[in-house]
């Protein structure tokens, strides 16, 4: 009887560093998922709210040597949105470029947004 009793002790000895281990093993898993699916900043709105910035205050902002204006992060926001075909946002990006007076510039980005719209999507 004795020995049924140190066996069970045993077992129970051995159990408590594999729930710690299990416990350890789904926190870990709880975050690298969380910090794999976490959403990354939308690049597209980032370069339209900087472009919004720099309009109201009618400012470069410098970064290197090179500066940014509000009419380029339109315009790469414009590009953003046509490499992903998303029409909308070229042609928000569109209307940004018209308020600053670019009324060329926004004709042609409504143009190519057009094209895209009549060709259909290219990607499956």
Known sequence: ???GVGRRHDRARLRGPWIVFLALALLWAV???TSLWSRQPD???TLIETGDTLATGGGTMAIGRDSLTARTAYLLAFHHAQDREDVPRMLVAAERLERLGEHDLAAHTRHVARILVQSGPTRE
């Open 43 to 45: 690049e597209w709105v």
């Open 31 to 33: 975050a690298v998922g």
């Open 1 to 3: 009887m004795l020995r």
